[in-house]
């Protein structure tokens, strides 16, 4: 009967009529919930359009009105932000909830899973395709991030934990398919009950939207071993074609209507989207200086030791996002270019100012290198050759100031794994070069994780004719922002 209750509730804050998958989905929850089986935990999938984030908005909001504790978790500053726009209640990271420092003056930036002494909590994360198991996060925990959640939520008194993603989704880098939204590997690995809803119908008023039709359309091509997709732009407001001579045009036009902050470019390489962000730079924002106040820039390396200052960060996050509000001075050394930077984080309120380095900002490379890194220690171990102590001079470099910059890149311009777990207003796509041999499932869900980037506008930038509807393939020159391409 309380079941029943529940989901009249969840009707009612979803605002319209269930498709047979949500209906599905809410009874299945409703089981999983009141069933209050502790070794339990409920996966909702669901592609873009599907009404996967309205219906979980819902269910959030019923089980506050009831008051039963809540607590929403995602695996990035930008994807929590998003969740919690959506569902109307405070969201914070995984790293945030589940690790504390082990000392605040550690360069290195040890952090030991948390205790939980939360109970009879329900923890939802949302964007779970994005949370990896592989043990790459050495200095978090375990080093494995689906293991620590899981351990941190059921170390709790009646404690549950619901997955919340999209499958066509890119999985994590260097894998195949995302652990976290995986029944099997869930059971297999944790010895759980998994309780799973898929969403698949895509709602009525998203018939409508083309971002969501194209969304579909490549969605569709996943396991279908066909090669081109029939994307369509006619009868779309949202949804343009455009090639080189439009760009330019087309990116300033959207910095006018959205804001910067609120355009994106999402690319295949680093490489090409240094060249979108040289070329945004240079001939939209007229910006002459390497680096100016005011730049858009991409924190690329987990950072540690700038975050200890400040109460509310614990840690600067690879892919987090800034906003340069003042140089204040510039240094040469160790073979490197660096500038000390008061920033805005976005996602916090508060400032910080921290050295960064300029090196990366062109490079093609992710970050530094392995190779540069160690070239970089080597330097600035040159200056503490006074030490005879090994252990005293690698003290003096974890805490040195150079050794421990900002490791950045212009976010104008983005490649979709870094772009993933965020949303934008406008949102263009350049897929580069692209042979036939190369459109496959990973290609596809590359394709479709960038489309669902996009919340009102999206380009689809120099693709090829036979993507579209033949209605729709007149050819394109194929240039980025005056230069040309091959």
């Given at each position: 009967?309380?079941?029943?209750?529940?989901?009249?509730?969840?009707?009612?804050?979803?605002?319209?009529?269930?498709?047979?998958?949500?209906?599905?989905?809410?009874?299945?929850?409703?089981?999983?919930?009141?069933?209050?089986?502790?070794?339990?935990?409920?996966?909702?999938?669901?592609?873009?359009?599907?009404?996967?984030?309205?219906?979980?908005?819902?269910?959030?909001?019923?089980?506050?009105?009831?008051?039963?504790?809540?607590?929403?978790?995602?695996?990035?500053?930008?994807?929590?932000?998003?969740?919690?726009?959506?569902?109307?209640?405070?969201?914070?990271?995984?790293?945030?909830?589940?690790?504390?420092?082990?000392?605040?003056?550690?360069?290195?930036?040890?952090?030991?899973?948390?205790?939980?002494?939360?109970?009879?909590?329900l923890?939802?994360?949302?964007?779970?395709?994005?949370?990896?198991?592989?043990?790459?996060?050495?200095?978090?925990?375990?080093?494995?991030?689906?293991?620590?959640?899981?351990?941190?939520?059921?170390?709790?008194?009646?404690?549950?934990?619901?997955?919340?993603?999209?499958?066509?989704?890119?999985?994590?880098?260097?894998?195949?398919?995302?652990?976290?939204?995986?029944p099997?590997?869930?059971?297999?690995?944790?010895?759980?009950?998994?309780?799973?809803?898929?969403?698949?119908?895509?709602?009525?008023?998203?018939?409508?939207?083309?971002?969501?039709?194209?969304?579909?359309?490549?969605?569709?091509?996943?396991?279908?071993?066909?090669?081109?997709?029939?994307?369509?732009?006619?009868?779309?407001?949202?949804?343009?074609?455009?090639g080189?001579?439009?760009?330019?045009?087309?990116?300033?036009?959207?910095?006018?209507?959205?804001?910067?902050?609120?355009?994106?470019?999402?690319?295949?390489?680093?490489?090409?989207?240094?060249?979108f962000?040289?070329?945004?730079?240079r001939?939209?924002?007229?910006?002459?200086?390497?680096?100016?106040?005011?730049?858009?820039?991409?924190?690329?390396?987990?950072?540690?030791?700038?975050?200890?200052?400040?109460?509310?960060?614990?840690?600067?996050?690879?892919?987090d996002?800034?906003?340069?509000?003042?140089?204040?001075?510039?240094?040469?050394?160790?073979?490197?270019?660096?500038a000390?930077?008061?920033?805005?984080?976005?996602?916090?309120?508060?400032?910080?100012?921290?050295?960064?380095?300029?090196?990366t900002?062109?490079?093609?490379?992710?970050?530094?290198?392995?190779?540069?890194?160690?070239?970089?220690?080597?330097?600035?171990e040159?200056?503490?050759?006074?030490?005879?102590?090994?252990?005293?001079?690698?003290?003096?470099?974890r805490?040195?100031?150079?050794?421990?910059?900002?490791?950045?890149?212009?976010?104008?311009?983005?490649?979709?794994?870094?772009a993933?777990?965020?949303?934008?207003?406008?949102?263009?796509?350049?897929?580069?070069?692209?042979?036939?041999?190369?459109?496959?499932?990973?290609?596809?869900?590359?394709?479709?994780?960038?489309?669902?980037?996009?919340?009102?506008?999206?380009?689809?930038?120099?693709?090829?004719?036979?993507?579209?509807?033949?209605?729709?393939?007149?050819?394109?020159?194929?240039?980025?922002?005056?230069?040309?391409?091959t």
């Amino acid at each position: 009967m309380i079941g029943k209750h529940f989901g009249e509730i969840v009707l009612k804050n979803f605002g319209y009529e269930f498709s047979p998958a949500q209906k599905n989905a809410v009874g299945l929850f409703s089981q999983f919930f009141f069933g209050q089986k502790e070794d339990s935990l409920f996966v909702l999938k669901g592609y873009a359009g599907t009404g996967k984030t309205s219906l979980v908005a819902a269910i959030v909001n019923t089980l506050l009105s009831f008051e039963y504790k809540v607590v929403l978790l995602a695996p990035t500053g930008r994807a929590a932000k998003v969740f919690s726009a959506y569902a109307g209640h405070s969201a914070f990271t995984i790293h945030k909830k589940i690790y504390r420092q082990k000392s605040a003056t550690d360069g290195e930036g040890e952090f030991d899973l948390g205790f939980n002494g939360g109970t009879d909590t329900l923890f939802f994360v949302d964007e779970a395709s994005m949370i990896s198991n592989s043990g790459e996060e050495s200095n978090f925990g375990s080093g494995h991030l689906l293991d620590d959640l899981m351990e941190y939520v059921y170390n709790g008194r009646n404690n549950r934990l619901v997955l919340i993603g999209d499958m066509a989704q890119l999985p994590p880098v260097g894998l195949d398919v995302s652990p976290a939204l995986d029944p099997e590997a869930l059971r297999f690995l944790y010895n759980m009950e998994i309780c799973e809803a898929v969403l698949t119908d895509v709602m009525r008023q998203a018939e409508q939207s083309g971002i969501l039709f194209n969304a579909t359309a490549v969605r569709h091509l996943l396991g279908s071993g066909k090669t081109t997709p029939e994307l369509k732009i006619a009868g779309f407001p949202d949804v343009c074609r455009i090639g080189g001579a439009e760009l330019l045009e087309e990116i300033d036009s959207c910095y006018g209507k959205y804001g910067v902050d609120e355009t994106m470019i999402v690319c295949r390489s680093n490489k090409r989207a240094n060249r979108f962000n040289e070329g945004v730079r240079r001939m939209i924002l007229y910006r002459e200086e390497d680096f100016s106040c005011g730049d858009k820039i991409m924190i690329v390396k987990n950072n540690y030791f700038w975050a200890k200052d400040y109460e509310r960060i614990d840690f600067i996050a690879n892919g987090d996002i800034a906003t340069v509000l003042k140089i204040e001075k510039r240094a040469e050394l160790y073979g490197r270019h660096f500038a000390r930077t008061r920033l805005m984080l976005a996602g916090y309120e508060e400032e910080i100012t921290a050295w960064v380095m300029l090196d990366t900002l062109t490079s093609d490379a992710p970050a530094l290198t392995y190779e540069e890194n160690r070239d970089l220690y080597r330097s600035v171990e040159a200056d503490y050759t006074d030490l005879a102590s090994r252990k005293k001079r690698f003290e003096k470099i974890r805490e040195n100031e150079f050794f421990n910059a900002l490791q950045i890149k212009f976010a104008y311009a983005v490649t979709c794994h870094k772009a993933q777990g965020g949303q934008w207003d406008a949102v263009f796509i350049d897929q580069g070069w692209v042979a036939d041999g190369m459109l496959t499932d990973e290609y596809w869900r590359w394709l479709y994780t960038a489309v669902t980037r996009a919340r009102k506008r999206l380009y689809f930038v120099n693709f090829k004719p036979e993507f579209f509807d033949r209605k729709e393939g007149e050819n394109f020159r194929f240039t980025i922002l005056g230069y040309e391409l091959t």
